[in-house]
Each structure stands twice: as structure tokens, then as C-alpha cells.
């Protein structure tokens, strides 16, 4: 029999000479294929879609001393980039353990790694939140331990999953999209003044209560805020009284800060770094090392605790008295990492 032939697929049509939605950027969506055209993206300071790049590697790798036949832990797995990196200093002896609560991105990465040649001889994935650090390998404890706290840019570029209001999209936010409450649903739950406050607590947002009656003022015309796109219209309804030529950066910024704010609440984002931080020193051997990447004054507030109080309790034999910041250069190549601050612990 003669085998039938394939039906050719053109690839993604789109109008006028660059791509501009999430779905039409199909070389960036396939960096293995197109590798040359995503390094380019790259070095000019732009963020492929579909794609994360690792933050702080060298400074990471450099204070984790990762060593062959060591056990280690990355609490956030996302596309895997410094779970490769520490693979690679594991030079094929040892093992390390990742977790993600994401189902969608972290089979993606699971099948990238896979195809690296780290399969589960080396690598086991589970898909759980890192709060529940103690139940990640029972019995066992790690040599290092890292923890990236921000959201993985291809979850941010992606409109599906509506995390950022420079697309529209479904005002989702769930970091797992298989479980709890959509941001659209949370807002529906809260009064004005919860609002105001979660604003405020969350993203130390100065316009929270204007923000927060702007919102309401939408559900009592009888209005929904269901997208990214009517969230980002109330906020920039809520800022109509700052003159016009500031106008637009502080509706960026406040943006910005409210989907921070709903996110962190949606997710129990704190709640869970807390367990983490508080488990974190029993899943760690004697002179383990374990480093964390926060991304706003929030998180950093409880590392810089969690941290203080367990070296003044001598639980930690050493911390790090100031954060550490990526270079300018990895500022212009990454702009998303410009806000990440890093602070590390040594078991006692």
C-alpha cells in the first residue's frame, strides 16, 4: 500500500511584517528550531514568548557550590532554566528534585529536560506547591536549595492564563489553572475596603482605595470585570484625575501592582512562602545551602525575617546581611530582572 501523503501545515499567517499576538510568534514558541532568531530576541534585551530566561545564575551557582553526588531541590521548576544549570554541575551523579504547581508549563519542561538527557535516573518533577517542602523527598535531605519566587514569563506572556493587562485575556491569574478561585471570581467576594486593603498589603499600592471604589463603582452599574483588559479600564478610570502627562506611566505602574496584588492573593502566595520559609532548615543537611530570588518588598521583608530568626536561633550558621542584585548587564539583556533581590542561608 502506498502510504498516503501529509497534509502540509502553513505555518501562522499575520498582518504586516512582525508578529504581534502570543499566538503568531511561532519561532519564538519553538526556540530549538529557530535557535538563531531567538538569540537575537534575546540580545536585544527582549523576553521570547513562550520562554523564560534564568535570573542570577552565575551568583546562584557560585554560592550553591553545587558538587557531583549532591542532592539538591528547586523548589520552582517553571521552564527549567536553572534546573538545568544545576544538573549540568551534577555532572550525572546525585539527584535533583523540582516541583511547580503549573500542570501546563511544567510537562512542558519535563519533556524539554527529558530531551536534554536528564530523565528520571537524575531528575524527579512533582507537581506540588513548595509550601509542602517536607513532602517533596520524606527522609531525605538537601545539599542546596533554591527557590525563584517570581512568575515564569512564558505564564506572563501567555493572554490563556491573564496575568498581564497589556493583552486580553481571561482575568484568571491561577498559577494552576486546575483549582480555586479565578481573579475575576476573588473580586467579586471582596467590599470595597477588603479590596483597598489587599491592594495595599500586597503591592503597597498608593491609589489602592480609588482603585478599589473604581472597581466597585463597575459592579454596582451592573457592570463585570471578567478580563484583563476591564480590570486594566478600571484602573486607568480610577487615575483619570492625575494630570495627562503622568498619567500614563502611573496607570502602567498601578496595573501593574493590582495584578501583583490579586495574583499573590489568589495563589495564598504568601501563605505558602511562609510554610516554605518555616520547614525550610529541617529538609536541609548540616552546612546545606539554600538561596532565594524575590521580586517585591513583600516576599523580601519575610526572607530577610524567616532568615534573621532562625541564624539568631542558630539554626542557620550564616546568612547574607545584604541582598544581591543582578548586574546591569543581565538588566539589558533581561529586563524582567531588574527587580530581583537575592539572599541565601547556611544550615548550622
Keep these: 500500500m502506498i502510504p498516503m501523503e501529509q497534509e502540509h501545515k502553513r505555518r501562522v499567517r499575520y498582518k504586516g511584517t512582525h508578529p504581534r499576538s502570543y499566538q503568531e510568534k511561532y519561532k519564538e514558541l519553538d526556540p530549538e528550531k529557530y535557535r538563531a532568531d531567538v538569540d537575537k530576541i534575546i540580545r536585544s534585551g527582549k523576553t521570547p514568548a513562550g520562554m523564560h530566561i534564568p535570573i542570577m ?36 551523579q546525585g539527584h535533583l528534585y523540582a516541583t511547580d504547581v503549573d500542570p501546563v508549563e511544567s510537562e512542558k519542561t519535563r519533556a524539554r529536560l527529558e530531551a536534554q538527557g536528564y530523565g528520571a535516573d537524575i531528575l524527579t518533577i512533582r507537581r506540588l506547591n513548595f509550601a509542602d517542602v517536607d513532602q517533596v523527598a520524606p527522609g531525605e535531605k538537601f545539599d542546596f536549595v533554591l527557590a525563584d519566587l517570581g512568575v515564569s514569563s512564558m505564564q506572563i506572556d501567555n493572554p490563556e492564563r491573564g496575568f498581564t493587562f497589556k493583552y486580553n485575556g481571561p482575568l484568571d491569574l491561577r498559577l494552576d489553572p486546575t ?51 476591564q480590570l486594566a479600564s478600571a484602573v486607568e478610570t480610577a487615575l483619570s484625575f492625575l494630570p495627562p502627562a503622568e498619567r500614563r506611566e502611573a496607570v502602567k505602574k498601578s496595573c501593574q501592582r493590582t495584578f501583583q496584588a490579586l495574583r499573590i492573593d489568589v495563589n495564598s502566595e504568601f501563605e505558602a512562602l511562609y510554610a516554605f520559609l518555616e520547614k525550610l532548615p529541617d529538609v536541609l543537611k548540616s552546612g546545606g545551602r539554600t538561596a532565594v530570588l524575590t521580586f517585591h518588598s513583600g516576599e523580601d521583608r519575610m526572607v530577610k525575617k524567616a532568615f534573621r530568626q532562625f541564624y539568631r536561633a542558630g539554626i542557620y550558621r550564616e546568612i547574607s546581611e545584604d541582598v544581591i542584585r543582578p548586574s546591569a548587564e543581565e538588566c539589558f539583556q533581561n529586563p524582567r530582572a531588574h527587580s530581583t533581590k537575592m539572599r541565601w542561608a547556611i544550615r548550622a
Excluded: W
Design 57 to 92: 545564575v552565575d551568583e546562584i551557582l557560585e554560592f550553591l557550590q553545587i558538587q557531583p553526588g549532591q542532592t539538591g531541590y528547586d523548589a520552582t521548576l517553571g521552564y527549567g532554566g536553572h534546573t538545568r544549570k544545576m544538573l549540568e554541575c551534577l555532572q550525572g
Design 179 to 229: 483549582s480555586g478561585v479565578t481573579a475575576a471570581q476573588r473580586l467579586r467576594e471582596l467590599d470595597q475596603e477588603e479590596l483597598a486593603a489587599l491592594l495595599v498589603e500586597n503591592s503597597d499600592e498608593p491609589y489602592a482605595e480609588r482603585i478599589a471604589g473604581a472597581v466597585m463603582g463597575v459592579f454596582k452599574r451592573g457592570g463585570t470585570i471578567e478580563t484583563t483588559k
